[in-house]
């Protein structure tokens, strides 16, 4: 009787608490797990950063934080992105000096244009440098300066795209319906040129065809329509290889 009355008489914890205890714990973890996301963001922002210090080699003296370094306190994301825009525009700039030289040096910058986008470096080639109007076969003159290009492109590490677009006149040949099909015939043609003749790594290249949907001028005047019709080379911008499909 004395043992039963110790064991009725001990106290009890109230059912509540346990509740209130698997709250407390599952509100623990839950900020646990955001603040382990947090700082695995920080890393991979900081990775990223250390991978593009130094490409194409004038990245020396940047103001981007080293990701050796500590972060600091606070900082503002959209800076840092400003930052690596300013830095990759000026790897572009570099480039695109560079392939004007090189195009100078070998006399064939008057077949070539060469522009700075935000999107990269356009390599652009005047109306019949490579083709015929309304053809899709290379005009045998191309050969040097798709070589040339081809020297330039196996030297950097850039995802690049070649673009065939058209003026508006309308084509409707059983070989070409349409200016999709014959933007897109001449960029593929381009494309393995740079494949089979340059020897660029096919993972690197990318074709498209615009028909006359992305204009530079006017179609009103023969000038206009003279100028749309081209074939361009983008060299992209490094952090757009990421939207690229995984290699």
């Given at each position: 009787?004395?043992?039963?009355?110790?064991?009725?008489?001990?106290?009890?914890?109230?059912?509540?608490?346990?509740?209130?205890?698997?709250?407390?714990?599952?509100?623990?973890?839950?900020?646990?797990?955001?603040?382990?996301?947090?700082?695995?963001?920080?890393?991979?922002?900081?990775?990223?950063m250390s991978s593009l210090q130094g490409a194409l080699g004038i990245l020396d003296g940047g103001?981007?934080?080293?990701?050796?370094?500590?972060?600091?306190?606070?900082?503002?994301?959209?800076?840092?992105?400003?930052?690596?825009?300013?830095?990759?525009?000026?790897?572009?700039?570099?480039?695109?000096?560079?392939?004007?030289?090189?195009?100078?040096?070998?006399?064939?910058?008057?077949?070539?244009?060469?522009?700075?986008?935000?999107?990269?470096?356009?390599?652009?080639?005047?109306?019949?440098?490579?083709?015929?109007?309304?053809?899709?076969?290379?005009?045998?003159?191309?050969?040097?300066?798709l070589l040339k290009v081809g020297e330039i492109i196996k030297n950097i590490d850039n995802p690049?795209?070649?673009?065939?677009?058209?003026?508006?006149w309308p084509i409707n040949t059983p070989q070409f319906p349409s200016n999709w099909e014959l933007?897109?015939?001449?960029?593929?043609?381009?494309?393995?040129?740079?494949?089979?003749?340059?020897?660029?790594?096919?993972?690197?290249?990318?074709?498209?065809?615009?028909?006359?949907?992305?204009?530079?001028?006017?179609?009103?005047?023969?000038?206009?329509?003279?100028?749309?019709?081209?074939?361009?080379?983008?060299?992209?911008?490094?952090?757009?290889?990421?939207?690229?499909?995984?290699?």
């Amino acid at each position: 009787m004395r043992r039963w009355m110790q064991d009725d008489d001990a106290p009890r914890q109230a059912p509540w608490m346990n509740t209130y205890a698997d709250m407390v714990t599952l509100l623990l973890c839950f900020f646990v797990l955001l603040f382990s996301m947090s700082v695995i963001e920080i890393e991979k922002f900081q990775s990223v950063m250390s991978s593009l210090q130094g490409a194409l080699g004038i990245l020396d003296g940047g103001t981007i934080p080293s990701p050796e370094g500590p972060m600091p306190d606070s900082f503002d994301p959209g800076d840092l992105v400003a930052q690596l825009l300013m830095q990759e525009m000026a790897q572009m700039t570099e480039l695109q000096h560079a392939i004007e030289e090189e195009l100078k040096g070998s006399g064939l910058s008057d077949k070539v244009a060469v522009s700075l986008e935000e999107r990269g470096v356009v390599i652009r080639f005047a109306d019949t440098v490579l083709f015929d109007i309304g053809q899709d076969t290379l005009r045998p003159e191309s050969r040097e300066v798709l070589l040339k290009v081809g020297e330039i492109i196996k030297n950097i590490d850039n995802p690049v795209r070649i673009e065939g677009h058209t003026d508006n006149w309308p084509i409707n040949t059983p070989q070409f319906p349409s200016n999709w099909e014959l933007s897109t015939a001449r960029a593929t043609r381009v494309v393995r040129f740079l494949i089979e003749e340059a020897g660029i790594d096919p993972r690197q290249l990318q074709a498209a065809g615009y028909g006359e949907y992305h204009p530079i001028d006017s179609n009103l005047t023969a000038e206009g329509r003279r100028r749309n019709r081209r074939v361009d080379i983008v060299i992209l911008r490094p952090s757009l290889s990421s939207a690229e499909p995984n290699q």
